[in-house]
């Protein structure tokens, strides 16, 4: 059981290099709850595309993104954190088909920023060069979306914090 009776299902959201992964985990060591990387989840095709630096096609994201949907939904009673990039309002949409009562939490930042942490990382199959592709597809989350828009450019403990306090004070709908 997640710590506080906190049972969300979250849906850890930027482009590649905002820092998903690492926020996810640290919000689910925080809540005491399942974590997943949806990165695990794409097809092996996905991934060689992406590593040719090759941009994937919405019908190359709706298996992925049905599979990520399911994974999350599975945990509906439990709750559970998944890091997603969920870059468009109609990749959200098709997650909250699978899961209706998903949290969006935005890791949001100047491409210049992301940019060098992807430069720095190592061993990851998103190139940076694709960044660039991954801002122009970004709609950031709408006024009728749940969820947060947070700053990425902040400790890990910072960013975490600021989403728990903002989910005790904003309960699911």
């Not at 959201?13 to 060591?29: F, H, P, Q, R, Y």
């Not at 941009?55 to 998944?82: C, F």
């Not at 009562?101 to 720095?120: D, S, Y």
Request: glycine fraction near 6%; proline fraction near 5%.
């Amino acid at each position: 059981m997640a710590s506080d009776d906190m049972t969300p299902l979250v849906v850890v959201m930027g482009v590649s290099g905002s820092g998903k992964t690492t926020a996810g985990e640290a919000l689910g060591a925080k809540l005491a709850l399942r974590y997943s990387d949806a990165d695990g989840f794409h097809p092996d095709a996905n991934v060689e595309k992406m590593q040719a630096g090759e941009a994937l096609t919405d019908e190359d994201r709706w298996p992925w993104l049905d599979a990520v949907g399911d994974w999350l939904a599975d945990y509906t009673d439990t709750g559970a954190i998944v890091s997603c990039s969920a870059l468009r309002r109609v990749y959200r949409d098709r997650l909250r088909e699978k899961v209706p009562g998903a949290t969006f939490w935005h890791l949001a930042g100047p491409q210049e920023l992301v940019q060098r942490r992807m430069e720095a990382r190592k061993n990851h199959f998103m190139p940076a060069s694709l960044l660039r592709s991954q801002y122009d597809t970004l709609e950031p989350l709408e006024d009728d979306e749940y969820g947060l828009t947070t700053d990425l450019d902040q400790s890990v403990e910072a960013l975490v914090n600021e989403f728990v306090d903002w989910l005790r004070q904003h309960p699911a709908p």
